[in-house]
Structure formats: C-alpha cells, structure tokens
C-alpha cells in the first residue's frame, strides 16, 4: 500500500480480495441502496474488477466503510487506436462516513496506482456530475435515453432482410462466448472503432444474474436475447426484457415497456434487423433504450427521431494520468503541430508544455515536453531536459479539459467559448479542435 497517500485519523487503507466479499456487499447496499438482500447479492458472482478493490477500514473496529475498484483496461478503445486504462468503478463510502475526505484520499491512492501500473487514463461512468471534476476528469462523452413507441418507422436498410434474428432465454453458459465474440467483432473495427466503448468479458453476465433477481427487476421478465445471424453466423444481439404485460394493462389495450439493455451489431443490416423486432413486440406499446450512444446507428434510421424522446446524459469521465504517453496513444483527424500547456494540481508531472505533432490518421504522434523562450531564459543554467520552442504555448488548458476532448467527442474550440481553455489566436484554436475531434461519437454501450 501506497504509504504517501494518507487518511483522516482512525482510518487505514486494506487491499480486498473475495475473503472481504460479504463486508463489500454491506457496504455497497449501503452506498447504493438496492431491494436486493445482502443474501441474494452475495450470490452473484464477483466481477473481476474486484480483484483490484481497495477498501477503508476503521482502526476502531476494522469495519469496511469505503472501496474502490477499477477494470484492468489493456486495449482501451482512443481515436484511431487502443490504449492501457483503469476503468474506476465501485466508488462507494458508508453514510455514516462521508464528507471526512475518505473520497478525496482513494482518489490520490487511484490516480497514483494507475501510474504505477502504467496506465495513461482513468475512466468513469459518474452517479453524480459533480462529484469528479475536482480530480481532474472530463465530461467526455454522452449517452441517450430512447423512448420510442411500438412501431416507430426505420429507413430500409440493405442486407437487412437477408439477418436471421432468433429470440431466446438468455442463458449464461450457453450465450457467454457468443455475445462476447459479437461484442469484440463491432469493437475492433479499426480506425472505424467506437472511442471510449470498452470491451466486456463477463460484466454482461454479472449483470444479467443481477437483473434475474425479481427485487431489482422492477416488474419485469427475465432478460431475454435477440441474436441475429447471417449465413449461420452471429452478427448482432439485443439483450432486453418486457414488463409483465397483465399488471401494464391500459385503458386502450397492452401497454407494456420493452426495456431494451444493450443492442450490438456489427453492421447497419443487423442492427436493422433487430431494431425492427424490438419496436415490434406484441403486447408491447413503448420501447425504452439507454445508454445509446450519440450516433448509434438506429439514429440514422429512425424516420422521426424527436418522437424518440431522447434524453442526453453526460456518460463518460475521462482523466489523463500520464499526458505525453495518453497523447501520443490517440490518434488525430488532422495534421497537428500544437504547444499544449497543460494545468494539473494532482498530478504535477503532467503539468508545463507539451509539443504534438502527428499526421492525420496516423499513428505517427510525437510529443515533447518543451518550454518556451521566456521559460528557457529564466531557467538558465539548469539541467532541464525539456527542449526549446521557439513560440509560446498555442492553448492553456487545465487537466480537466484535455480529458473532455480527449476521445473526440469534445471541441476545444467550444470549451473556449465557455472560457474554459486560452488560445494564443482563433486559428491555432481551430486547428487544435479539429485535430482533437473524431469523426465516431465517444460512448459505451454498458455502464461500469
Ligand atoms: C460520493 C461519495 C463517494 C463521496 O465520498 P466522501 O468520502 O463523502 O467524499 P469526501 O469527503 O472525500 O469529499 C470529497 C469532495 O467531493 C465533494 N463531494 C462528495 N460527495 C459529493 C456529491 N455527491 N456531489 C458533489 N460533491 C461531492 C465533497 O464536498 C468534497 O469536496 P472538496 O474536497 O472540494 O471539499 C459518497 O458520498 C458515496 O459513496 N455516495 C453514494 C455512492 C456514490 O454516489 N458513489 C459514487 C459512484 S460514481
């Protein structure tokens, strides 16, 4: 344990393995308050991020009474490449306890792991919008909540009537690999590859053991899956579930909600496919969806898409750990020749001027740490290794802003309207903009 990293008094740090499981599963019903029983969570298989949970305990005591856990991201999902991330998950502090800097002290525990372990970002998906800023994380990507009505029209999509779609119980051992494999497949394509959807092993399972508990269903059925095949082989599937339709009876007939969790496919023809039964369901008269990301494809083939009742949520937090190597990781969608300085509070190696240079869609990227005129000739002397510009930084930015540009969803140039970063002139500030903006939407198809 990371001993510069310290408490409030009567606190200490303890790494958690699953012997602390039953202590976890108290604190979370605490912090996240659920209808589940600490029985029937406990049956539900630990996710593997738990493998890297960090927990408080009293010194009183040794009650647990905060954790922390993050995914171990290896090929996270950037611009036009893949990168090592943490994906922090499992942030919870026992009401009795918060408000005494339990938070503040796992954040700089966290952010200073990701630093041993060599990952360049922590990601999160934040239960309230305020809470991470102050540490430096970026509102980098949205989500929508559909709600569509039972038929809402499609554009005709090629291909689509040629994707055989079958409609099943959803069965862990027999689905796993299947999903999982379709879920890779429409990940990994490439520069075409969605920034910021992080891949999945057994997440989905987990939670569709939770979601099979009656408690936490709310009303509805089990979770059922839609897979669409062509020529025998799996190219999307639809993980949803139906309200129980005699207590959704309205005065004008069925009027249950397909609840619809996840839809994945790896081409507009499937996702056609199953978007079509899934507005079709009998007995069936809304169709709720989330998180979609912004420019899901059923966007683009919605005939009416304000009927869609979107609602935009802020979705993923992103915060750079280790700004050349996260810089040079991504890729950018125009030439890029840019002094960036860079404000960073908490992690201070982040902070001074960074000089980016790359190629439009290319991984050649190349970044320095430089210090301008006036800096070199107060610094004289000294054995700084950075090297020289000539010209003083384009934009000055906090730590913060740079996250919410980095996965592309995100314009600098907007961020500077709102006062937010400083430009050395407009253009400098468009082209920086345009490099940093990517042309698929960042978002994630699950919440972590
Ligand atoms: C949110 C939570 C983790 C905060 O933990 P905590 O130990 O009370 O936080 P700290 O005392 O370390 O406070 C850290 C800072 O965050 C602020 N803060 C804490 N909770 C906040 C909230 N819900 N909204 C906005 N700001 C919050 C504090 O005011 C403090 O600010 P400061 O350092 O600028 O003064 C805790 O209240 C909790 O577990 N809530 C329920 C579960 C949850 O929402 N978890 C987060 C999942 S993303």
Known sequence: MDTTITLPEGYSFVDLDDGAKSDMVELLRWS?????????MLAVPMAPEAERSVGVRTCE?????????????ERFPLPGATGQAAGLTEVAVHPEHR??????????????????RGEVLSILTATEPTIY?????GHAADSLALKLSRGAGLRSIEGSEAVKVRVLQLDRARHTSVINAVHQAAGAQGLLARPGWAGRTTEVLQAAELYEHHPLRGGREELRLMLAERDGEAVGYALFQRNAVWENWGDGGPASTVTVKECVAIDGAAAHALWSRLLDLDLTSKIEAWP?????PLIGMLLNVTAALALCEEFLWVRLVD??????ARQYSSDIDVILEIRDALLPANQGQWRVRARAFSAEVSVEAVKSVEVSSADAGTNDARSTSERPADLSLDIRELGAAYLGGTSLAALAKAGLVQARSDEALLRTAAAFLWPIAPGCTWLF
């Open 292 to 296: 979609v990301p912004v420019d899901d």
């Open 323 to 328: 700004v050349p190597a996260a810089l040079a």
């Open 99 to 116: 408000r005494r800097g339990l938070l503040n002290a796992m954040m700089r525990l966290h952010l200073s792991r990701c630093v041993k």
């Open 61 to 73: 005591d040794g009650r647990l009474v905060a954790m922390h856990a993050s995914h171990p991201w």
């Open 133 to 137: 800023g102050r540490y430096g994380y």
């Open 32 to 40: 996240f308050p659920t209808a589940l029983s600490h029985e029937g």
